[in-house]
């Protein structure tokens, strides 16, 4: 019989989904014997919701090579199309897995038409230039929505862009974006068990994506621009692919965090600059082009701070500490090589080696 071999990229990507499996009923059994607080459960869908964002922004930063900093903003559109529809279809639509399904298919549709859209004109520029134009559709996108007004009644749906009471609205009308206000009452179908699903999507949409012929033109484009366009590699198809996939899984964790809470706002804090900022110290101190140190990176710096919220004083000084440490544990040249030479696989083959 004919033996498969099981190369390097499985055993990565089945390490990787083992892990997510793992703390998922790690985090289940602790649940049940009542060794999580109730402030620490309020936590579990946010952390799946950062990881998701931090594995689909390292597919732009790391697997493309292009610095966005608009990631926020594709999170907005998906958050916000989404609660949309839930808050329409809410009467409609009793089932709430049913509700929730189309909800998510049509938030990560809209963040990824908006992010091709505006991929189309900025994949044309590079570096500083790219990261600031990205920041801009970002906050561009956030501002558009604070002067949004949707209501409907039974004639249909009205707009404006002015206030709730140029709807026009008849006694049964209900505003349903209200401005700077947002929406509110949105269904609450969010869970961390989808959560995890929602992760484990992403995680093999990227993977794939990755290990493809697909996402080696991708990375051909990230390694040398000029070498990959002189062997016939479509330069705008696959950066636009890339941009879009991004764009989309943003728009995944958008929904997520949309039917987490009753109220959505688009705040800054919520989808503005600060927002982007974080997500990409998420790629960068787990490591640019790492997806399973993504995961790492957006699980621990979600949750130190909470656990070190008793050391209030010295807090923050903690949280710093790590963040350098992980940074250099990434980055400094002498640790990568310490890594490697103590790390598992190298010292297996050197046990087999000795006998």
């Given at each position: 019989m004919k033996k498969?071999?099981?190369t390097k990229n499985v055993r990565d990507n089945i390490l990787t989904y083992g892990i997510v499996i793992l703390a998922y009923f790690i985090i289940q059994m602790m649940i049940h014997t009542g060794k999580i607080s109730s402030l620490m459960q309020g936590l579990l869908v946010p952390l799946c919701i950062y990881v998701i964002l931090a594995v689909s922004l390292n597919l732009t930063v790391g697997i493309l090579g292009e610095l966005?900093?608009?990631h926020a903003g594709f999170m907005c559109v998906g958050a916000f199309t989404s609660a949309f529809f839930s808050k329409c279809m809410e009467d409609v639509i009793t089932f709430g897995f049913l509700r929730f399904a189309l909800a998510l298919l049509i938030g990560s549709l809209s963040a990824a038409l908006v992010g091709f859209l505006i991929g189309m004109p900025v994949l044309r520029l590079k570096g500083d230039y790219l990261a600031i134009v990205t920041l801009a559709f970002g906050e561009i996108i956030k501002n558009v929505v604070n002067v949004l007004y949707i209501g409907k009644d039974s004639s249909g749906i009205h707009f404006s862009m002015k206030d709730s009471l140029s709807l026009g609205l008849m006694e049964d009308g209900e505003v349903i974006i209200n401005g700077a206000?947002?929406?509110?009452?949105?269904?609450?179908d969010s869970t961390f068990t989808i959560g995890i699903v929602l992760i484990i999507l992403t995680l093999f949409i990227v993977l794939n994506l990755i290990h493809s012929r697909d996402g080696r033109a991708i990375m051909a484009i990230r390694d040398n621009i000029i070498a990959a366009e002189s062997i016939g590699i479509n330069i705008t198809k696959y950066k636009l692919m890339a941009f879009s996939i991004s764009a989309a899984l943003a728009g995944v964790a958008g929904v997520l965090y949309s039917h987490n809470l009753n109220s959505l706002m688009a705040t800054p804090k919520n989808f503005g600059y600060?927002?982007?900022i974080m997500i990409l110290v998420f790629v960068?101190?787990?490591?640019i082009g790492n997806i399973?140190?993504?995961?790492i990176a957006a699980v621990v710096l979600t949750l130190l701070p909470e656990l070190l919220r008793g050391l209030n004083n010295y807090r923050m000084l903690i949280y710093?500490?790590?963040l350098i440490l992980m940074m250099l544990f990434n980055w400094s040249p002498k640790l990568v090589e310490l890594r490697k030479r103590f790390s598992p696989r190298r010292l297996l083959n050197r046990t087999r080696e000795v006998q």
């Amino acid at each position: 019989m004919k033996k498969y071999k099981i190369t390097k990229n499985v055993r990565d990507n089945i390490l990787t989904y083992g892990i997510v499996i793992l703390a998922y009923f790690i985090i289940q059994m602790m649940i049940h014997t009542g060794k999580i607080s109730s402030l620490m459960q309020g936590l579990l869908v946010p952390l799946c919701i950062y990881v998701i964002l931090a594995v689909s922004l390292n597919l732009t930063v790391g697997i493309l090579g292009e610095l966005s900093l608009g990631h926020a903003g594709f999170m907005c559109v998906g958050a916000f199309t989404s609660a949309f529809f839930s808050k329409c279809m809410e009467d409609v639509i009793t089932f709430g897995f049913l509700r929730f399904a189309l909800a998510l298919l049509i938030g990560s549709l809209s963040a990824a038409l908006v992010g091709f859209l505006i991929g189309m004109p900025v994949l044309r520029l590079k570096g500083d230039y790219l990261a600031i134009v990205t920041l801009a559709f970002g906050e561009i996108i956030k501002n558009v929505v604070n002067v949004l007004y949707i209501g409907k009644d039974s004639s249909g749906i009205h707009f404006s862009m002015k206030d709730s009471l140029s709807l026009g609205l008849m006694e049964d009308g209900e505003v349903i974006i209200n401005g700077a206000q947002g929406i509110t009452g949105t269904p609450k179908d969010s869970t961390f068990t989808i959560g995890i699903v929602l992760i484990i999507l992403t995680l093999f949409i990227v993977l794939n994506l990755i290990h493809s012929r697909d996402g080696r033109a991708i990375m051909a484009i990230r390694d040398n621009i000029i070498a990959a366009e002189s062997i016939g590699i479509n330069i705008t198809k696959y950066k636009l692919m890339a941009f879009s996939i991004s764009a989309a899984l943003a728009g995944v964790a958008g929904v997520l965090y949309s039917h987490n809470l009753n109220s959505l706002m688009a705040t800054p804090k919520n989808f503005g600059y600060n927002m982007s900022i974080m997500i990409l110290v998420f790629v960068v101190l787990g490591g640019i082009g790492n997806i399973r140190g993504s995961i790492i990176a957006a699980v621990v710096l979600t949750l130190l701070p909470e656990l070190l919220r008793g050391l209030n004083n010295y807090r923050m000084l903690i949280y710093a500490i790590v963040l350098i440490l992980m940074m250099l544990f990434n980055w400094s040249p002498k640790l990568v090589e310490l890594r490697k030479r103590f790390s598992p696989r190298r010292l297996l083959n050197r046990t087999r080696e000795v006998q």
